[in-house]
Every structure is written in C-alpha cells, then in structure tokens.
C-alpha cells in the first residue's frame, strides 16, 4: 500500500492535464491522468483512488455526467469539479463534492484537493 494519495485527473486540454500532474506529484500525490470522461470511468472502475479531479468540459460527456457514473461504481470516493465557468447549474455542483475554478492559484488549488483527499473515508490511501 502507498502512502501517496491516488488522484485520478480527467481534462482533454493536455498542457493543463500535464501541468496539474506535474503540481501535484511535487505535492506528494500519485497521479493517473485520463483525457476523456469515457477512459476516465474505465481506469475508475480498474484501480482505486483517494479522489478525483475532473474537468467541467470533456468531448464526450460534461464533468458533472462523469461524477455521476464515478458515484455509482465508488460513490465514497471525493469527486472535484474543475471548471473555468463561475456558474455551473445547481444540478451540476449536487454531483461533486466540491468545485473549483480553473487558473487559481497553485497553494489554493493544492489546498482544495488536501480538503478533499481528507473526505475519504478509508483513512488508508488507494492501493495500487
């Protein structure tokens, strides 16, 4: 067992996909990126995690549609919703756990995902 938590990140946009690993990892996390809802849910169902990061806008399904399929395969795993809209629909944000917007900064983002790694019932991180 890991004494890193497990993140599972869901984003198409590359460069931020990238570039939230990256800030992450150096924060002590294990990361697993996907680039899409669907590979998202797959890698979900196949692997456990602490939580998971998905992005609002995704090419085949919306953030709040894939928090919606991650509850029913694990609904005690925390769910961030990253999104670059400041008013997302009610009906959204009930899926999720927490929201947070895309371009905050580093300290804020890293803090809002140690909130929600912290939800997680087990006490024990995600195992391989």
Same mark, same amino acid.
């Given at each position: 067992m890991?004494?890193?938590?497990?993140?599972?990140?869901?984003?198409?946009?590359?460069? &931020?996909?990238? *570039?939230? =690993?990256?800030?992450?990892? =150096?924060? @002590?996390?294990?990361?697993?990126?996907?680039?899409? @809802?669907?590979? @998202?849910?797959?890698?979900?169902?196949?692997?456990?995690?602490? &939580?998971?990061?998905?992005?609002?806008?995704?090419?085949?399904?919306?953030? &709040?549609?894939?928090?919606?399929q991650?509850?029913?395969? =694990?609904p005690? *795993?925390?769910?961030?919703?990253?999104?670059?809209?400041?008013?997302?629909?009610?009906?959204?944000?009930?899926?999720?756990?927490?929201?947070?917007?895309?371009?905050? &900064?580093?300290?804020?983002?890293?803090?809002?995902?140690?909130a929600?790694?912290?939800?997680?019932?087990?006490?024990?991180?995600?195992? =391989?």
């Open positions: 890991s004494d890193q938590p497990r993140l599972l990140c869901i984003d198409d946009e590359v460069i &931020g996909l990238k *570039v939230r =690993r990256a800030v992450l990892e =150096r924060a @002590g996390y294990e990361v697993v990126t996907a680039p899409d @809802g669907r590979t @998202g849910i797959e890698l979900f169902a196949e692997q456990l995690f602490d &939580g998971v990061v998905v992005d609002f806008l995704l090419p085949d399904a919306d953030g &709040g549609q894939v928090a919606s991650l509850r029913q395969i =694990r005690e *795993v925390p769910v961030m919703l990253l999104s670059a809209y400041p008013n997302l629909p009610e009906e959204v944000l009930q899926r999720v756990d927490c929201s947070v917007m895309k371009g905050m &900064g580093t300290e804020e983002f890293l803090r809002s995902v140690a929600m790694v912290k939800r997680h019932p087990s006490g024990e991180h995600a195992s =391989r």
